[in-house]
Antibody
Framework: EVQLVESGGGLVQPGGSLKLSCAASGFTFSGSAMHWVRQASGKGLEWVGRIRSKANSYATAYAASVKGRFTISRDDSKNTAYLQMNSLKTEDTAVYYC???????????WGQGTLVTVSS | EIVLTQSQGTLSLSPGERATLSCRAS???????LAWYQQKPGQAPRLVVY???SRATGIPDRFSGSGSGTDFTLTINRLEPEDLAVYYCQQYGTSPTFGRGTRVEIK
C-alpha cells in the first residue's frame, strides 16, 4: 500500500524558513518523481513544484509564485522528499500536500497534508 | 501556463440527478493529460478520472469523463449524498495547473 506522510508544518513568522518532509512507502521511491501541492484555507489547489528521479537527473521545476524561495530535494536512501521554504510570506499559508504522479495515470497517491501558517 | 476554467462555481442538485461539470483549457492539453479530483472537507484530493476519460481505481461507474483538446466534462450520474464535494480539473503536463473547482451540493 502506497503511503505518503508529510511533516514539519507549523507557525513561522514572515521572512522565516521551514522545511517540510514527505516520507514515502509502498512503492519504489527512487524511481518516482514527487510533487508538492498547496491549498490555502477555503481556496483551490495550487501546484508548488516537483523533483524527478535520479534517472532524470533530479530535475526540479517550480511555480512562479515560489520560484527562487522554495527548493525541493530528496533523499532516496530515506525514501523522503523535502520542501525547503525560505523568505516565507503570509500568502504561503496553506496545507501542503506531497503527491506521487503516475505518469499518464494522473496523481493517485496523496499525503494527508501538513499545515503551514505564516503570521507574526 | 495552461489556465483551466471551471465556469460553474456551485451545482445544486437532488439525489438521483445527473451532474455535468465543465473544464475549459486556455490551450490544448497534450496527450489528454487531464484529470478530475474529488475533495471532501478536511481530506486530500482523490483522483476520479485521468487521461480525460479513464476512471481511477475504486471509482464507481456513475462517474465518467469525456472531452479532448480544450474542452472536458465530468459527468456524475445518479447523484448520491456521498458525492457532495468540490471537484477540480487538472492538466498534469509539464507545468501542472488546476481549475478553481466546482462545488457539488446535494439538495
Amino acid at each position: 500500500e502506497v503511503q505518503l506522510v508529510e511533516s514539519g508544518g507549523g507557525l513561522v513568522q514572515p521572512g522565516g524558513s521551514l522545511k517540510l518532509s514527505c516520507a514515502a512507502s509502498g512503492f519504489t521511491f527512487s524511481g518516482s518523481a514527487m510533487h508538492w501541492v498547496r491549498q490555502a484555507s477555503g481556496k483551490g489547489l495550487e501546484w508548488v513544484g516537483r523533483i524527478r528521479s535520479k534517472a532524470n537527473s533530479y530535475a526540479t521545476a517550480y511555480a512562479a509564485s515560489v520560484k527562487g524561495r522554495f527548493t525541493i530535494s530528496r533523499d532516496d536512501s530515506k525514501n523522503t522528499a523535502y520542501l525547503q521554504m525560505n523568505s516565507l510570506k503570509t500568502e504561503d499559508t496553506a496545507v501542503y500536500y506531497c503527491t506521487r504522479p503516475g505518469g499518464s495515470s494522473g496523481w493517485e497517491h496523496w499525503g494527508q497534508g501538513t499545515l503551514v501558517t505564516v503570521s507574526s | 501556463e495552461i489556465v483551466l476554467t471551471q465556469s460553474q462555481g456551485t451545482l445544486s442538485l437532488s439525489p438521483g440527478e445527473r451532474a455535468t461539470l465543465s473544464c475549459r483549457a486556455s490551450q490544448s492539453v497534450s496527450s489528454n493529460y487531464l484529470a478530475w479530483y474529488q475533495q471532501k472537507p478536511g481530506q486530500a484530493p482523490r483522483l476520479v478520472v485521468y487521461g480525460a476519460s479513464s476512471r481511477a481505481t475504486g471509482i464507481p461507474d456513475r462517474f465518467s469523463g469525456s472531452g479532448s483538446g480544450t474542452d472536458f466534462t465530468l459527468t456524475i450520474n445518479r447523484l448520491e449524498p456521498e458525492d457532495l464535494a468540490v471537484y477540480y480539473c487538472q492538466q498534469y503536463g509539464t507545468s501542472p495547473t488546476f481549475g478553481r473547482g466546482t462545488r457539488v451540493e446535494i439538495k
